[in-house]
């Protein structure tokens, strides 16, 4: 259920690359707690940009971003780890150990509460490895929890990086392009997984997308980009195909 209290805001953000690219210009929103949002627009557009300030893995050049009304921007060593812990990121080329186990990949999630000398050791609780199991029995993957990564389809893959986030007991979900690669039965399996997600746990889901059928059909509201800048900004009842359609065109 969406709550009006934003879990993640952006304040006058800007991030200007070394080389001068504009990733993001003057990004302005909040993130309501709860809040299934598709992020939509052109590759370049600044989506994965946007996405990535929200976990530190991009910094931004100035603004600021908090979440769950804290800033974030000088979070380091501690504060850093605790603040990764709870958003989990799902990437479009799955980020798997493709020769370790499903069941190790998915363990690789909780190595935030792990000393580093056990997790590199595998010395995983026996709770923890229940855990796992539960994680990949909500994306109907628990027979595979043996099984090499690499022995998996595309589609399982992604429901083991799936996996692997819940094991983080994650607040926020950032899912980067995560159905590029898929074939459309496989892409509806991935996108009903987060959705479920979203809705039965809470979780605050933020999708980046190329589709405007799919985006339609999953998010609550729909923000567009393009050159950095938002363009667009709708919760999904107040949304149009033809809306959508500009966001595509170029500048």
């Not at 991009?58 to 605790?82: C, M, Q």
């Amino acid at each position: 259920m969406v709550q009006e209290t934003p879990i993640i805001s952006f304040k006058n953000v800007n991030k200007v690359y070394d080389n001068g690219t504009v990733g993001l210009k003057d990004i302005n929103f909040d993130i309501p707690r709860g809040q299934f949002l598709v992020v939509v627009g052109l590759s370049g557009a600044g989506k994965s940009t946007l996405l990535r300030t929200i976990n530190r893995m991009h910094e931004i050049t100035s603004g600021e971003i908090r979440v769950e009304d804290e800033a974030i921007d000088r979070y380091k060593g501690r504060s850093l780890r605790f603040l990764r812990r709870k958003i989990g990121m799902i990437f479009q080329n799955f980020n798997l150990v493709k020769r370790s186990s499903v069941e190790r990949n998915v363990l690789s999630g909780r190595v935030s509460y792990y000393p580093t000398w056990k997790s590199l050791l595998g010395l995983f609780s026996a709770p923890d490895k229940q855990k796992a199991v539960q994680a990949l029995q909500r994306v109907s993957l628990a027979e595979k929890l043996y099984a090499r990564a690499d022995e998996l389809s595309g589609g399982q893959q992604q429901r083991v990086a799936i996996a692997r986030t819940l094991m983080q007991n994650p607040k926020i979900i950032l899912a980067d392009e995560p159905i590029a690669s898929l074939d459309p039965l496989t892409t509806k399996t991935v996108m009903d997984i987060l959705k479920r997600l979203n809705q039965e746990d809470g979780i605050t889901v933020i999708v980046n997308l190329h589709s405007v059928t799919l985006a339609r059909e999953y998010a609550d509201r729909i923000v567009g980009l393009r050159a950095g800048e938002v363009v667009y900004d709708e919760p999904i009842a107040a949304v149009t195909a033809t809306d959508l359609n500009r966001v595509y065109q170029e500048v």
